[in-house]
Structure formats: C-alpha cells, structure tokens
C-alpha cells in the first residue's frame, strides 16, 4: 500500500542534498510534527501580505525584500498571517538582500512554532518548487500504481472457491487493517485477520454499523 513515507513533505523536501536547505532551528523548536506534515505546494512571494494568495499545507519562500533593512518591522504579525492561513514553513532566500535570515524572523517563527529553513543563494527557488512537484506526481503515480494492482489482487481473489473469505481477506492485506463485513441485521458475519478487534472496538464498532 502506499504509505505515509511516500508523502510529499517538508522533511523529505529538506533531506534533498542538492537543494542544500536548512532549518534556521532544531526540530524542537516548531510544532510536534510540523516536518513531517503533507506539502501540497511551494509558492514564491515578497508580499507583505501574501496570504490570499496562498493555500493551506504550502511551503512559502520569500527573499525578504517587504522586510525593510533599517527600522522595526512586525514580524510576530506577518509569520501570524502565514500560520492562520495555514502554511506549513517559511523558507528565506539568503544573500539576495540579506545576509543570513533576519533575527527577528527567526525568533516570529519558534515563537508560532512555524518551520523556517534557509534556501542559499545558489539554490534557485523554481528548484525547490520543482523538487515538490516532483514528489507529488511521484507519490500520484504511486497511488495508481498500488490502486491497479489491488484491483487485480481482489479481482483474483473472489475467483477462489471462498470468493468472499478470499476478498475480504485480501482486502485486509492490501489495506494494512482489520476488514470486516456486517449484515442487514448488524452483525458481524466476516472478519479478517479473525478475533483482531478487542471487546470494546468490537462493540463500537457493532453500535455504529446498528
């Protein structure tokens, strides 16, 4: 089946050793979990407000060119704006015209446990936006790929002589889970692997099926 592991993701995205990204800080700085959520997209903008632009579970990245170099700028704000909209990480273009990532944003973003990495100069952004879609459309083709062949897995199945057992059976292997089948009455009339419920999931289980 197609796991988790094959998700497109922040974590993923950074392990690209061409790509050269890095976190401005440990993992333990952002949200539990936060590098290992789905990145549906990465999207470029300088926009102080970028935000009705965007899309929820995208990578931003940004040279920084809205931030002024002299004078205070409100950094708390702008990262709140990313997170409310739902972006999974900031990523700062380095040496474009600044050198290094403002401290300020920095301490935004572990502040609102928002991931930000750093992109150097000589990693164009339309790269690591490439890299992403990359993922994607191998994670699609995966998906189709496992979908094909469980098909013909359940179809060769309910060929055998317990054409039922065997699907259901089959079903549960593909799936990774328990399978079971439930008649017009409530009941459980088929389960695979067998006895795998405990009591209490079984009874759950039979009250919402009911």
Not at 60 to 67: A, D, E, P, R, V
Not at 96 to 117: K, N, S
Request: net charge negative.
């Amino acid at each position: 089946m197609v796991t988790r592991e094959a998700e497109p993701t922040l974590r993923a995205l950074l392990s690209r050793r061409e790509l050269a990204l890095r976190l401005a800080d440990d993992e333990s700085a952002f949200r539990p979990g936060a590098l290992d959520r789905p990145t549906r997209w990465v999207h470029s903008s300088d926009l102080d407000d970028p935000t009705p632009f965007l899309a929820e579970d995208l990578v931003l990245l940004t040279t920084g060119t809205q931030f002024p170099t002299d004078g205070d700028y409100p950094f708390d704000a702008y990262v709140r704006r990313l997170v409310d909209r739902g972006v999974a990480a900031l990523g700062f273009g380095t040496e474009v015209v600044r050198d290094g990532i403002p401290p300020d944003l920095a301490a935004a973003c572990r502040a609102a446990g928002l991931p930000l990495f750093e992109v150097p100069y000589s990693t164009p952004f339309i790269a690591v936006a490439r890299a992403n879609a990359e993922a994607v459309a191998a994670q699609a083709y995966a998906r189709r790929t496992w979908a094909l062949s469980a098909q013909r897995a359940l179809a060769l199945a309910a060929l055998r002589p317990d054409g039922l057992g065997a699907t259901i059976a089959e079903l549960a292997k593909q799936l990774d889970t328990w399978v079971g089948m439930y008649d017009a009455a409530g009941e459980l009339v088929r389960e695979h692997p067998a006895g795998a419920l405990s009591p209490t999931a079984a009874d759950t289980l039979r009250a919402e099926v009911g």
